[in-house]
């Protein structure tokens, strides 16, 4: 049985994603996700999707930016105040280097990009509910920042293990309308 306190359930559930990550080394599941990402790629007009670098029990959608050139790939850059703005990246060896916790981030010379700009979101998370309910990492960084992305849509890219039946949420948590899980 999970915890049902966001703390708790963050721990047990990185826990278990770090034990997954673990067992598949080669990264096939990430692999098979951004296979099902493809329906959502795979559009004739230039896209800006906001991605993000990943931790290492993530999926990894870094791959998304040479499969798809003709979109433009933006990642977050964090702030002062649990703010976070995303900025276009074209080579992330070349437009990122590691900041907070090790995570690479956009170099803040490169342009932001407005929220209201983007056209697709892909959120990140520890867990999730088949019916969009997601547990973050605790900074509260998408939960002030997808309410200003007015026009994207929103998805999570998500492990078989990230989905559970229960998600504690607050008043302020945003639910991800479309979850994609293997």
Same mark, same amino acid.
């Given at each position: 049985?999970?915890?049902?306190?966001? /703390?708790?359930?963050?721990?047990?559930? *990185?826990?278990?994603?770090?034990?997954?990550?673990?067992? %598949?080394?080669?990264? +096939?599941?990430?692999?098979?996700? +951004?296979?099902?990402?493809?329906? #959502?790629?795979?559009?004739? /007009?230039?896209? &800006?999707?906001?991605?993000?670098?990943?931790?290492? !029990?993530?999926?990894?959608?870094?791959?998304? *930016?040479?499969?798809?050139?003709?979109?433009?790939?933006?990642?977050?850059?964090? =702030?002062?105040? !649990? +703010?976070?703005?995303?900025?276009?990246?074209? %080579?992330?060896?070349? %437009?990122?280097?590691?900041? $907070?916790? =090790?995570?690479?981030?956009?170099?803040?010379?490169?342009?932001?990009?407005?929220?209201?700009?983007?056209?697709?979101?892909?959120?990140?998370?520890?867990?999730?509910?088949?019916?969009?309910? &997601?547990?973050?990492?605790? =900074?509260?960084?998408?939960? +002030?920042?997808?309410? &200003?992305?007015?026009?994207? &849509?929103?998805? $999570?890219?998500?492990?078989?293990?990230?989905?559970?039946?229960?998600?504690?949420?607050?008043? !302020?948590?945003?639910?991800?309308?479309?979850?994609? !899980? #293997?």
């Amino acid at each position: 049985m999970l915890p049902t306190g966001k /703390q708790e359930l963050r721990r047990t559930m *990185l826990l278990r994603l770090k034990d997954a990550a673990a067992n %598949d080394p080669a990264g +096939r599941r990430s692999a098979a996700l +951004r296979r099902l990402l493809a329906p #959502l790629m795979a559009v004739p /007009q230039p896209l &800006r999707v906001a991605i993000y670098a990943p931790l290492p !029990h993530e999926v990894d959608l870094l791959p998304l *930016l040479q499969e798809y050139p003709q979109h433009t790939f933006c990642f977050p850059r964090c =702030g002062r105040e !649990h +703010r976070m703005e995303f900025h276009p990246v074209q %080579d992330p060896a070349a %437009d990122m280097a590691p900041a $907070a916790m =090790g995570i690479p981030a956009p170099h803040a010379h490169l342009p932001v990009i407005p929220p209201q700009e983007l056209d697709l979101v892909i959120v990140p998370g520890v867990a999730f509910t088949t019916a969009g309910a &997601r547990l973050g990492y605790g =900074g509260g960084y998408y939960d +002030r920042y997808l309410p &200003r992305c007015t026009c994207a &849509r929103l998805c $999570a890219a998500a492990f078989a293990e990230q989905i559970i039946p229960f998600v504690p949420v607050d008043r !302020h948590d945003l639910p991800i309308p479309q979850v994609i !899980h #293997l």
